[in-house]
């Protein structure tokens, strides 16, 4: 698929950024936009691969890095950043400095870009993400509601806390259509943390999917060790039936 590598200005700094399009004569019509948010590998070939397949869906994805304020930071081995304490460090210092009110501030600015590409159609926009990523995407559903249509989270982490910036807290702002994709076995995302979702959901009367996959925490990502490949084509599936019901054209 094509990639442009761009620069996106941001109120802390400027951020790099992929905008993947479809592929063949079809890439000359403007597409409904979409922002992938990675999850706390941050941007690598694996997700360049993923936002290229899912701009052949039918869309313009932007896939961002989210880390663009710690600088020119070394990429993480995914296969051994957990099991090296150094690196583990590394990468919860680098998780920590995404704030929801840096995401709701990045991703406003996200859209801004988007709304002036001409390869991006409608002023509303789609946003997706796995673990750190899926949780992002359901801030920015809620701090940045007017221009959201569709979010999608995929084993996504801490999406019901017991701080005040927790996301379900957000669903009353939300005006997507949101979809939680969760992992079995993930202390991350519980039953009664989907409980909890599904009740602050349906109370805001947000249009919503909560569904279980019989696979791991990473199951959507191709170099996390958890990767399931049935899973993984079901949540691209699902993920497009969401665009595409929820997205201008």
């Known amino acids: ?9 941001t109120a802390d700094g400027t951020c790099t950024v992929h905008l993947f399009t479809p592929d063949g004569p079809q890439a000359q019509v403007p597409w409904p936009g ?8 941050g941007v690598r070939d694996t997700f360049e ?10 869309y313009t994805v932007l896939l961002p890095d989210v880390y663009y304020r710690s600088g020119d930071w070394a990429p993480f081995d995914m296969a051994t950043v957990f099991g090296d304490e ?3 460090k590394r990468l919860f210092g680098m998780i920590g400095s ?18 002036a590409r001409p390869e ?32 999608a989270s995929f084993h996504g982490g801490g999406l019901v806390t017991d701080t005040a910036d927790s996301p379900h807290l957000l669903a009353d702002r939300m005006s997507a259509t949101v979809y939680v994709g969760g992992a079995k076995d993930d202390a991350s995302f519980t039953r009664d943390h989907a409980e909890q979702l599904e ?13 279980w996959y019989p696979a791991g925490h990473g199951f959507a990502v191709p170099d996390n060790a958890p990767y399931d490949p049935a899973a993984a084509e079901r949540h691209w599936q699902a993920m497009s039936e969401v665009f595409a019901s929820a997205l201008p054209r």
């Open 1 to 9: 698929m094509p990639n442009i590598i761009d620069t996106i200005t």
């Open 34 to 41: 979409v922002v992938m948010y990675p999850d706390a590998g």
């Open 49 to 58: 691969n993923m936002a290229a397949k899912l701009a052949g869906y039918g």
């Open 86 to 88: 150094r690196e583990r």
């Open 98 to 115: 995404v704030t929801p009110d840096k995401m709701a501030s990045d991703a406003a600015a996200f859209f801004d870009y988007l709304a």
């Open 120 to 151: 991006v159609c409608g002023d509303r926009f789609g946003v997706c993400g796995y673990c750190m990523g899926g949780r992002t995407s359901l801030i920015v559903a809620g701090r940045v509601p007017e221009r959201v249509a569709a979010a």
């Open 199 to 211: 009740k602050a959901l349906t109370a805001a009367g947000v249009r919503h999917t909560i569904e």
